[in-house]
């Protein structure tokens, strides 16, 4: 090999690793999820309920990586994979006083949602409107969700933090799709979920929870594919411990997308240079 393709190679390998440094993607590494803490979560309890859980309670920010990230994407569409036959592993719950609390939109409380359902739970900034899933059923509650816009990051949150949560990543297909593309799958397990914060973590009492029981603590957890998704498949089964979950996508920081951008321009740069040089060879 001659010194200048030793060259070529040498640079052509330091900009696809630059590149895929920038998007959090190995070059040799098939498309998939990593995890990652997001804590603390920012949010603003309804000033019309002396319950703070009961109520309304408004997303207002997560953080990744120090960083504190205000933008969202909310789920807009939903297709019903499988979920029972009569009342539904997976329901659309909300806070006991939702309802009344003006604060804030909220989804229905359903036992056996349709897809409607699940965008009204799910497609809002309030972290008292979720989706919960039960335990001791039999079957599994597998929901698709569809973003406003593809994107790679997303936060979730797990009532109690006591349940796992299986995630498939979309990659193509559209609300009512039985049949889906789906990629890489990530389980957050009942360990990944952390405090949300703020001063003391926040807990939230929906109308599943019932009677005299305390409410819950709220678990957090994020997600970022290694590249831009259109939607997620949700599993909630028997063995997962039945999840009680919402999620939001989450706009790319800036900073991502200049240091994509940059390595791409470096990368450009080496390959202009490399041309110039060899043109002046013998």
């Known amino acids: 090999m001659s010194m200048l393709g030793f060259r070529a190679t040498v640079l052509g390998a330091t900009f696809l690793g630059a590149t895929a440094i920038a998007l959090g993607v190995s ?64 329901s659309s719950d909300h806070g006991d006083l939702t309802v009344s609390d003006p604060f804030l939109v909220e989804g229905p409380a359903e036992e056996m949602p349709d897809a409607d359902d699940v965008v009204a739970s799910l497609g809002n900034n309030n972290l008292n409107s979720i989706i919960d899933t039960e335990e001791g059923d039999s079957a599994a509650s597998i929901f698709d969700v569809y973003f406003s816009d593809p994107t790679q990051t997303f936060v979730f949150w797990e009532r109690g933090k006591n349940s796992a949560l299986k995630v498939t990543a979309i990659l193509a297909g559209s609300a009512g799709d039985l049949n889906p593309t789906l990629g890489g799958s990530f ?84 390959k202009r240079k490399l041309r110039k040089k060899g043109s002046t060879k013998a």
């Open 187 to 270: 389980t957050i397990t009942q360990d990944l979920w952390t405090d949300t914060g703020i001063m003391t973590t926040l807990s939230i009492d929906t109308t599943e929870i019932g009677g005299n029981n305390a409410p819950q603590e709220l678990g957090t957890y994020g997600l970022m594919y290694d590249q831009a998704i259109i939607g997620l498949r949700l599993e909630g089964a028997p063995s997962l411990g039945g999840p009680d979950y919402k999620v939001v996508g989450v706009v790319p920081e800036p900073l991502t997308i200049l240091g994509a951008g940059t390595a791409i321009a470096i990368g450009g740069a080496f």
């Open 27 to 90: 070059p040799a590494q098939a498309a998939s999820f990593t995890g990652f803490a997001s804590s603390p979560t920012g949010h603003t309890l309804s000033p019309n309920v002396a319950d703070t859980t009961k109520g309304d309670i408004r997303l207002d920010s997560v953080t990744k990586n120090g960083q504190t990230l205000t933008e969202f994407r909310y789920v807009t569409g939903a297709t019903i994979i499988e979920n029972g036959t009569s009342l539904g592993p997976g």
